[in-house]
Each structure stands twice: as structure tokens, then as C-alpha cells.
């Protein structure tokens, strides 16, 4: 209570300070003459909503929130801004889940995506024929799941948290343990509409505005707002064999996570029955049952594992985690191939776990500890998290510098998140970055804090990504936050020109997503 009290108090005050520096920045009055002009907001509760987000690290109250019914009243009010002459900032907010205010807009207009969905019922469309969905870049992942299930089938490519809307996470990529295997979410996606910087609503593929495509995806926002996105179809498998297997040294666990994602395992090899493969470094017992899924080990699995974390003196534990699809009429068969390929692997013996789940429960297995979060007041705490993208090369280095190294002291302790993935599965013509290897680790360090530890652990990001650089490891951030231009042209590295070709050409003004900076400190 004492929090909320002081946060409202924050709040009032920026509000008061952004009222007073109104009459400089407003927005033009005309924009409250349009037909859209119902449908946005300036009211205290609206500007609020959208101020912060889960990264809850930055405050950014925008002048207004457009509630759009329609892709064309996102359209008009992009086409006033782009036409006026002070285009002001327009961002599309998905479900609010970036870290560093990504979806906010100063001094300008945020638009609240979900809206575009109420009272819509034809906003998730599945073609059975086609084996496609189109559905609504405002959409959330869980109810895409749930409306393509109904069907028998289901896309391939996941986050390991569903609760994020398609638009939000196609701007970014899209990763989780399925990646490996089918690409990530934009690697996954046929077609687009978008609305550019101009206003304009461009149906864009491979084959037409293949520029435009290929910059949306992983494009943060920064050329246009993804009103519909066409999404490849598989068919649903029912049940999951959810599995960890538990390693205390990083050269077998990354061996064993290398050879399961190997495209050189034929499709027979029962190396290939995962359907999905990530990993973990488990720091000590107090978050061996941590929040991503809390269900999953017992107490007394968390109690074998504390005994080998203080028998090795490791100060923590890697495991394993594999899911493998199935349905009934195939249980047996997979039953033996899953006995086949664990016999193939370097855990430590007796350290194989093994749940049975069904497909949406694996899938939305997040879901359970956002809950628990939620209920004791933890959801909604600063997050300063980091992801990285490691070149395989350099993933030991890594290892030894940074989780046995600067986050040894474990002072600042959370899930640390590490993972190969294959980059022939990745478009490298689109705008997320990846490294020059063909394999590469994901590292996500998500961590929550209190005011208090904040500060320590975003210096401990920021030494982390110093020891990269000194010991020169070409990571890619994911997620990527920068507060230099210098910083976004390294990112983008060869890939610069092209990033600033596409947004003279569908941004010209530079309305689009402010709140990445990445150009805001260079014209
Ligand atoms: P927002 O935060 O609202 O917006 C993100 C960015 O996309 C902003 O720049 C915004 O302007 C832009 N944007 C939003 N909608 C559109 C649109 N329709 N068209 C164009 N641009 C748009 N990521 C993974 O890859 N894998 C994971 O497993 C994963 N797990 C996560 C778990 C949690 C608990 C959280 C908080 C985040 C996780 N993420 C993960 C990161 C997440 O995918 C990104 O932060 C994503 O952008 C959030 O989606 P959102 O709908 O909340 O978008």
C-alpha cells in the first residue's frame, strides 16, 4: 500500500510537470476534430495505463491513447500525424511486456492494440484447407492456441510465455525451446498487413512488399504496426513428455543440447524426437522453484539437487529441458524411442525428470507462476532483465565469465535461461539480429528486483555485457535496448544502411515506436 501510494504520488507529479510543458508539446487540436477523435482518450487513467511497462524501469506518459475499432482508425490518426507540420509520435502498445518503455510515446499518442479486438469476433481466422490462421496483430498468443485447437491444429513456433500479443512479439522474434527446431515465431509467418508511417495499409509477403516484410519482422515497431499476420498450421499433437535432466558441467550439458538440435540428426535418429530443447542454470534451492513453472520438480527432487549443488561445491546445477509431442495412438512407440534417446544422453544418472502434461499446459506452463506472482504483489516489480544471443564458439567463455564469474556472488539471483539454436532457421534478411555462427546460444538473464537491488543488478548487466565486449564475444542483444545511436549501429552493424533505407522509406517521420531511441539522437 505503501508503494502504491508512492507511485501514485510519482505519477501525479510527472503528470503536473508534463501538463505544464503541454502547451509546448501538445498534440494539435484538429486531431480532436477527426472521425477518430471519440475514440482517443486523454484522461488520467488512460494516460496511465500505458506509462510504464513490465520491465517497470521507465515512466512515459504519452498525451493521449487512440482505442482504435478498426485498422483504418489506426490509419487516419498515423495519416494526420505523417501530414501535419509537426508530426507527433505514435507507438503501438501490445500487451505492455517490453522492458525498457519500447511501446511508450512522449509527447504523443500510444495506440492500446487490444482494442482493435472488442466486439470482433472475426479476428482469428482458420483456413483448415490452407492449414493457416490470419489473426489480428493484437491478439494474444493463448487465445490463438485456443481458437486453432478447435481445429486440430496449432503453429509450431512459440514463447515460453503466451500472454504476449502477436504484433508485440513479431516485432521482436519470437524464441523459445521450439526454435531450434521450426524457426522462430517471424520465421513462422506468410503474410503481413501493415499500416507504414505514412498511413498507408500494405498487404505484404516473401513475394510482395517483400522489403516491408522482411523489415516488420523483428522491425521493434520501427516501420509499420502489424494489424494482421497469416500463421503457418500444424497438427496439434495432445500430450507432452515434459523433461529435465539435470548436469553439473557445462561442456556435457552443451554437448547434450548440441547434439539434440543438430540438423544432422536425420529424422529417424531418436536424437531428434524433441520437439523442442532449452536449458537452464539452476543457482541455488531458494529458486529451484522458481516462477516459470513452479510445479514442476517436488520437494524432494529440489532436495537430491541441493545435495548435488553442495557435494560439487557448484553453487548450482544445469539442466535440460526437452518436451517430445505425442498423441495416443503413437504413445508406445514414443514411449520406447524417449527410453532410447535418454540412453543416449550425459546426464547425471537418476537425475532424469518426467512429467505427462497436456499440449496447452505444457505450452502455458508460465501462466501458473504469473498467478502465484500476481497474488503476492511480485508480477509488478522493476524487471531489469538482459538476453543475449552467444556464438556456440564463445559459449564456454561466456559460462566461465559470466555465470560462474560475475554472477557467482549471487547476490542478485534469478533464472538464468541458456540455450542453442540453429541459424539456418532464421531469415537473416529480416530485422532481428543474430550472430555470424551457425549455432548460437540464447542467454536471458530475467531477474526481478526491488527498488533497493536494482541499481546492483543493472550494473551487473552492464559488467556483463563489458566483459563481452572485452573479451570479445559477438553477442547480439535481444530485445535490444541501447542509449546510443553508436550503440544501435553497432547492433545493426552491415545491417545499418538497410535499417535506415527501410525507415526513410515506410517511416519517413519518424512516428513510429519512439520508444526504442534508435533515431531519436541521430537526425
Ligand atoms: P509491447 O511490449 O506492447 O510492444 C513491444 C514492441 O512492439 C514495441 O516497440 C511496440 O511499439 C511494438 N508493437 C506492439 N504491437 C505491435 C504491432 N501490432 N505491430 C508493430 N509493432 C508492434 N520473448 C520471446 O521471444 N520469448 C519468450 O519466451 C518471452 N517470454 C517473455 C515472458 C515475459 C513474462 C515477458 C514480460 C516477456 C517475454 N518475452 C519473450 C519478450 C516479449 O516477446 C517482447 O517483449 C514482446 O515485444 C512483448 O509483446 P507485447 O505484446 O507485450 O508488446
Known sequence: LKNSFKFSLIYTLILILQTLSISLASLPQDLFHLKIASKIRTDEQSLLSVSTDYGNLTTSIPDAVLYPSSPHDISSLIRFSYSSSNPFPIAPRGNGHSINGQASAQDGVVINMTSLGYGHSNRIIVSIVNQ????GGEKLWIDLLHETLKYGLTPSSWTDYLHLTVGGTLSVGGISGQTSRYGPQISNVLELDVITGQGEMITCSKDQNSDLFLAVLGGMGQFGIITRARISLSPAPQKVHWIRLVYTD?????????RLISAENSEGSPLRLFNYVEGSFLVDRGLLGSWRSPEFFTDSDYDRMSQLV???GLGGVYYIEGAVYYTDEIAVQVNQELELLLGELSYVPDYAFIRNVSYVEFLDRVHD???????????????PWLNLFVPKSRILDFDAGVIKGILSNRSAAGIILMYPMNRNMWDDRMSTMIPDEEIFYTFGLLRSSSREKLQVMIDENDKILQFCNLAGIK?????PH????????KHFGKKWNNFLAMKAKYDPELILSPGSTILSSYI
Request: charge should be negative; avoid cysteine; aromatic fraction near 16%.
Open 310 to 312: 553442495t557435494e560439487d
Open 250 to 258: 557445462v561442456l556435457t550439458f552443451t554437448r547434450d543440447q548440441e
Open 482 to 489: 541501447y542509449a546510443t545511436t553508436k550503440g544501435w549501429m
Open 475 to 479: 553477442y547480439k542483444q535481444y530485445l
Open 132 to 135: 493457416y490462421v490470419d489473426v
Open 369 to 383: 507462476g504469473e498467478l502465484k506472482l500476481r497474488e503476492l504483489g511480485e508480477w509488478e516489480v522493476p524487471h
